[in-house]
């Protein structure tokens, strides 16, 4: 009898990445329930609960490989492992309202620093009015494992999926982007330079809004509200968690579409940019590939544009194209570029090292000034 685990027989998962693996273990599901109204393939699965729809949504946090303690505080881990999940739902133009939270730890943690941990998440979910309603603890023999599942509501008319949007839409942006990035890079420049010499202080002056977009993200369930106080209901929808360029090609695969991006209305905060130049990176390139910025990516039709004009979180960076696979970002010199997936993936050898590496350049792309976003330093 051949041995099924044979060397030939098996594949790398780097060969086919996070969303490859997705693919394969989930291409022959087929949903039973009439209740189960949309499952795999958006930030949230939508299930019918009667009077409204129910959105549910699960995120796992590895140490290691999602956050490092060596500079990040377990309040911060405990607040950004709820508010990644809220912005899930808010990607769903919906409203958060439970969540339920799994953890497991080594015995290298204290009940103080769990303590600590959870301190973090309630004031997240106090923050945006949800409750935290059970959960599951247990062991780990290699440090610390959070799993969050967010449970949201939202009328029929009003929940947004990503592969829903029309040739000739407007491309979207809430926020600034790449400031995270940015953050992340500043952090392990720091831990390295502690690794190499403990008696050093690490040197964080003038990075606070950067590092804050890094350690303490928020969901943009204010740019949900901001809409629907508009009357817009937008076309098709994702949060930024694996980079622009990679969420924008989401939409369009799933609308079956192309898009246009304009490289001088993408929003980059001052920080972000003089940072970006300071570590020897296109500013571009930062905003349209580094991840954990949590801003929405969304599309309206041409028609709404006069609704959201004069919102200064808003930014229209492109819009959506006929020509089905055609992916572009328009240069500040007019050139025409291919889009590429290059942000985050959880399993492709150039991303395996997140924590400490940079995201792929895009050729030829002029580095670009400013454009939209906040002034530097300045949270939400």
């Known amino acids: 009898m051949d041995n099924m685990f044979e060397e030939n027989s098996r594949t790398p998962l780097e060969s086919v990445g996070e969303f490859g693996l997705i693919e394969r273990l989930t291409q022959n599901i087929k949903l039973k329930n009439k209740s189960s ?8 699965a939508i299930i ?20 490092d303690l ?7 881990v405990g607040y950004k492992a709820i508010a990644s999940n809220l912005s899930d739902i808010a990607a769903m133009n919906g409203k958060p309202e439970q969540v339920l939270v799994g953890l497991a730890v080594s015995s290298r943690f204290t009940v103080e620093a769990i303590e600590e941990l959870y301190a973090g998440m309630y004031l997240c979910c106090d923050r945006y009015g949800v409750d935290l309603v059970g959960g599951d603890t247990t062991s780990s023999v290699s440090g610390m494992c959070i799993s969050v599942t967010v449970l949201g509501y939202g ?18 942006v809430s926020g600034d982007l790449g400031a ?22 690490p040197d964080f002056v003038g990075y606070d809004y ?27 929808m ?8 990679s969420e924008i090609i989401h939409i369009s695969k799933g609308s079956r579409l192309g898009c246009s991006l304009y490289e001088e209305k993408l929003p ?31 599309t309206i039709r041409q028609a709404d544009y006069e609704k959201i004009k004069d919102l200064k979180e808003v930014h229209v960076v492109g819009y959506m194209t006929e020509d089905e696979g055609d992916y572009a970002l328009i240069t500040n010199d007019r050139k025409k570029l291919a889009l590429h997936a290059q942000g985050w993936d959880a399993y492709r050898k150039r991303n395996t090292e997140k924590m400490n590496g940079a995201p792929a350049e895009t050729e030829n792309v002029t580095p670009s000034k400013k454009s939209g976003g906040k002034t530097a330093g300045k949270g939400k």
């Open 238 to 245: 994702m949060d930024i968690s694996d980079g622009l360029a």
């Open 155 to 172: 009328d029929e008319k009003e929940i947004v999926k990503r592969n829903t949007a029309h040739a000739n839409d407007l491309v979207c």
């Open 70 to 76: 060596t500079y990040a505080p377990l309040k911060h």
């Open 268 to 298: 980059i905060d001052t920080q972000t940019y003089e940072t970006a130049m300071e570590l020897g990176l296109v500013p571009t390139t930062v905003a349209l590939n580094g991840g954990e910025d949590y801003e929405l990516l969304f």
């Open 180 to 201: 995270a990035y940015m953050g992340l890079l500043i952090l392990e420049r720091e831990k390295q330079v502690f690794l190499k010499d403990p008696n050093m202080q």
């Open 48 to 67: 019918d609960a009667g009077n409204r729809l129910q959105l549910v949504s699960k995120d796992l946090l590895i140490e290691g490989v999602h956050f």
């Open 210 to 236: 950067i590092l804050e977009r890094q350690l303490k993200p928020e969901p943009r369930l204010d740019i949900v509200k901001l809409l629907k106080e508009k009357g817009v209901v937008p076309t098709a």
């Open 37 to 44: 109204r949309y499952g795999v393939g958006d930030d949230a």
